[in-house]
């Protein structure tokens, strides 16, 4: 059980430092020549799920987008629909790892709740 739960405990890191990067692009929105962020963890956790032995990394990467004229390339939609999808993304993640906990709890005579 402790490879699943490694890897929900990247998969939330992961997702918890998307919603960083997020914050803080939205924060920098106005500010002229701001680049955006972007936060990707899930190539590399596929990648190391599909061959074993191999780790998985979390990597922040410029966003590519095209500066407005003032140099900023943050697109504030864009990244509340990205905001809302980690959010998601998140809760998932943590109600996994709760499901696997209260399988050990009962697995250990407690109960399965």
Do not use: C, K
């Not at 939330?12 to 002229?32: E, H, M, R, S, Y």
């Not at 629909?81 to 959010?87: E, M």
């Not at 993304?89 to 399965?112: I, K, M, P």
């Amino acid at each position: 059980m402790s490879g699943i739960v490694n890897i929900l405990h990247f998969a939330v890191d992961g997702v918890a430092q998307q919603q960083q990067a997020i914050a803080g692009n939205l924060a920098n929105a106005q500010t002229p020549g701001f680049t955006a962020s972007d936060v990707n963890f899930q190539s590399s956790l596929q990648q190391a799920l599909d061959n074993p032995g191999s780790t998985a990394t979390i990597t922040t990467t410029p966003d590519l987008a095209l500066p407005a004229t003032d140099g900023n390339n943050v697109n504030a939609s864009q990244q509340l629909v990205d905001a809302s999808q980690a959010t998601l993304q998140y809760q998932t993640d943590v109600e996994l790892l709760n499901a696997q906990f209260r399988l050990v709890q009962g697995a250990a005579g407690g109960t399965f709740q």
